[in-house]
């Protein structure tokens, strides 16, 4: 796989292929980790790519939980959110993805909707209620090397949607996979998972 730093640049986000997007896993996904996944694509280069899983909840960590590790205080009215499986790699580090309301040196703006970012002084302004409008936190990342991803949607791995609000963000977590497919104009059930076009 592609250093993270590598993919991250933001020189390389300029000549992105699916920066933004929602990847959609195909209903044939041999990968347990991705059975029904929705992925947010922050970077799709040469270099690789990188994205976070936004429809898998991790229910073994709460976020007061994770803030007590990080010896954070927990104010009573701060804003509590899931904390999701964001992918294989890296599973110990935490990523914030949010409206670009609030940003930092250290965030990157992955478009005019959406930014990422992954320093503890997120986590206590989301603690505080000062974070941003719209966010989730993922632990750890999915992420490919050089034209890996490429080849896996050739291969009728994944699908590719336009990323909305309700989509990335929303609740109903369950449900984000059915509504990804919908808003692309397919229902499950008529997919194949052999390769070829339909």
């Known amino acids: 796989m592609a250093d993270l730093t ?53 229910d073994s960590m709460t976020f007061p939980e994770m803030l007590e590790q990080l010896e954070i205080d927990t104010p009573d009215d701060g804003d509590e959110i899931r904390v999701l499986f964001g992918g294989p790699v890296e599973q110990a580090r935490g990523f914030v993805l949010h409206s670009p309301d609030y940003l930092q040196d250290a965030s990157m703006v992955v478009d005019d909707q959406v930014a990422l970012t992954a320093t503890v002084d997120i986590l206590r302004a989301i603690a505080d209620g000062a974070g941003p409008r719209n966010c989730l936190l993922a632990l750890g990342y999915a992420g490919w090397g050089p034209g890996q991803l490429d080849s896996e949607i050739l291969h009728n791995g994944w699908l590719n949607v336009s990323a909305d609000d309700d989509l990335l963000f929303g609740e109903d977590l369950d449900a984000k996979w059915e509504r990804a497919m919908a808003k692309i104009g397919i229902d499950p059930a008529m997919l194949s998972d052999e390769a070829g076009h339909a």
Request: proline share 8%; with cysteine; glycine share 8%.
């Open 6 to 58: 590598e993919i991250m640049e933001p020189e390389n986000a300029e000549n992105a292929y699916l920066s933004g997007q929602l990847l959609v896993a195909m209903p044939g996904m041999t990968d347990p980790r991705f059975e029904k996944a929705v992925i947010y694509m922050c970077a799709h280069n040469e270099d690789g790519a990188m994205g976070l899983v936004v429809n898998r909840p991790i």
